[in-house]
């Protein structure tokens, strides 16, 4: 018996197992132009054959300004779609599910000329730029490069979009009193920019298609939001049409700064808070690759997914041995069988 290795689903989204692979940046677009190359595909397939249920691609820009660095993905273009295809058509293959996380890096996009932010208050640290106060038409054009960039993440067949909220990121940075300033209506609702972004994408997915929303759960620096805040959030995004929430925390700010709490588990407890406030199905990550603390995330019902990053980095195989473990049969490849039986 298992809790991990039990299937669930969400909308049309059947997944076999309730690991997800997080998304985890690799800054290894070499040309510059936001494809996805043999090392996007042969970093996602490999977790695909190690048995997840749902690959979720690194943070993916929805704009070249949108970048955190010059080597990140990007999805701001059609030559994008038969790159992310490649990836999709072989996960799916391999048994996995896929779905994309998309962003804009906004205050911390480290190598665009004028990086854009809500206010403009700089992101502490040597390489940063101080941003640009976005315009309300300018906030309109970002919303709309999500919606592009959503439909493009349908046109290659992505099973879930994740929109990135979290880690002081664009979305989030509107999210937080720390960096939103505005007198406008972007500043009275922090939840507007989020929300208009989240109607704008659902428009370009298929009804039954998920909506995912990375959000930071708390705000470690002096004045940033606490957990009440980010479930008020999240309750005008669940309402707006996201059907999980992927719930992590901090990023705001204050490089160096320690983050409370590091040790195995650390975000569990508002995993549970989201489960408990917003009644829909959320995502708990965090040093969650000890099999038995991931098997008692999801018994006890502290959430219905977990993701592991670096675990994952460590062992692509990281699910098939979790099921070796718990004395489990083990889903590996046929190619492989002899190593698991
Ligand atoms: C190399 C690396 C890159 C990351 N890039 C992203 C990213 O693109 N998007 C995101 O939301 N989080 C990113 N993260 C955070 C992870 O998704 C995850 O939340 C964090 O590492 C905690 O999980 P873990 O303890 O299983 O590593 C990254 C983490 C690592 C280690």
Redesign the pocket.
């Known amino acids: 018996m298992s809790n991990v290795f039990t299937p669930f689903s969400v909308k049309s989204l059947e997944l076999k197992n309730r690991v997800v692979m997080?998304?985890?940046?690799q800054y290894s677009v070499t040309a510059k132009d936001g494809i996805p190359n043999d090392w996007h595909f042969t970093h996602y397939t490999s977790r695909a054959v190690g048995g997840v249920g749902l690959v979720i691609v690194?943070?993916t820009d929805v704009e070249p300004d949108g970048r955190i660095t010059d080597y990140d993905l990007g999805i701001w273009s059609d030559d994008h779609v038969a790159p992310f295809r490649k990836i999709v058509d072989a996960c799916h293959q391999h048994g996995a599910k896929i779905g994309i996380?998309i962003a804009h890096a906004g205050r911390k996009a480290e190598d665009a000329p004028t990086p854009v932010a809500p206010s403009a208050i700089k992101f502490e640290g040597p390489q940063y730029k101080e941003p640009k106060e976005l315009s309300v038409a300018e906030i309109e054009r970002i919303v709309e490069s999500f919606a592009a960039g959503a439909r493009r993440a349908v046109a290659a067949g992505f099973d879930v979009i994740e929109l990135?909220g979290?880690?002081g990121y664009l979305i989030h940075q509107f999210q937080s009193p720390l960096t939103n300033r505005r007198t406008d209506e972007y500043g009275k609702d922090l939840s507007k920019f989020g929300v208009e972004i989240i109607r704008a994408v659902k428009r370009e997915m298929p009804s039954d298609m998920p909506l995912f929303l990375?959000i930071s759960a708390v705000e470690y620096a002096d004045g940033g939001y606490s957990l009440d805040h980010a479930i008020d959030i999240a309750k005008a995004y669940r309402d707006a049409g996201v059907d999980v929430f992927h719930v992590?925390s901090g990023g705001e700010g204050r490089p160096g700064q320690r983050v409370p709490g590091n040790f195995p588990g650390y975000q569990v407890p508002f995993a549970r808070a989201f489960r408990e406030a917003l009644g829909v199905p959320v995502i708990a990550?965090?040093?969650?690759?000890d099999v038995a603390l991931a098997e008692s995330v999801i018994g006890n019902g502290d959430a219905d997914l977990i993701a592991?990053?670096?675990?994952l980095l460590r062992d692509p195989y990281w699910a098939l041995h979790a099921q070796q473990q718990l004395g489990l049969e083990v889903a590996s490849p046929k190619q492989y069988g002899r190593a698991f039986s």
Not at 285 to 289: E, H, I, Q, R, T
Not at 308 to 311: C, D, E, F, L, T
């Open positions: 997080a998304p985890m940046c690194e943070m996380q990135h979290a880690h990375r992590s990550v965090g040093m969650l690759d592991i990053a670096r675990g």
